[in-house]
């Protein structure tokens, strides 16, 4: 599934753009940020999904676990 996302970041897949939604959404809301600072990280989700997939894919890592991931999405419930 992460290749999948990681593969669609430069084409402007629909998915993307809900996540990039979804994210921006919820950091303004629960984190009282302006929208110049929520437009400043959907920009850079790009970038740090692609080195996150990196880091994911490479097998001598283990610091990205399925646990470490569920726990990092937690924030935004």
């Not at 629909?14 to 920009?43: D, H, Q, R, W, Y």
């Not at 970038?47 to 924030?75: C, M, Y």
Request: proline fraction near 6%; glycine fraction near 12%; aromatic fraction near 4%.
């Amino acid at each position: 599934m992460l290749g999948s996302l990681v593969s669609g970041l430069s084409s402007g897949n629909p998915v993307i753009t809900a996540i990039e939604g979804g994210l921006v959404g919820s950091l303004g809301s629960k984190f009282g940020l302006s929208p110049a600072v929520t437009g400043a990280i959907s920009a850079s989700l790009p970038g740090l999904l692609r080195k996150f997939a990196h880091k994911a894919n490479d097998p001598n890592d283990e610091s990205v676990t399925p646990d470490s991931i569920q726990k990092s999405l937690d924030i935004f419930r």
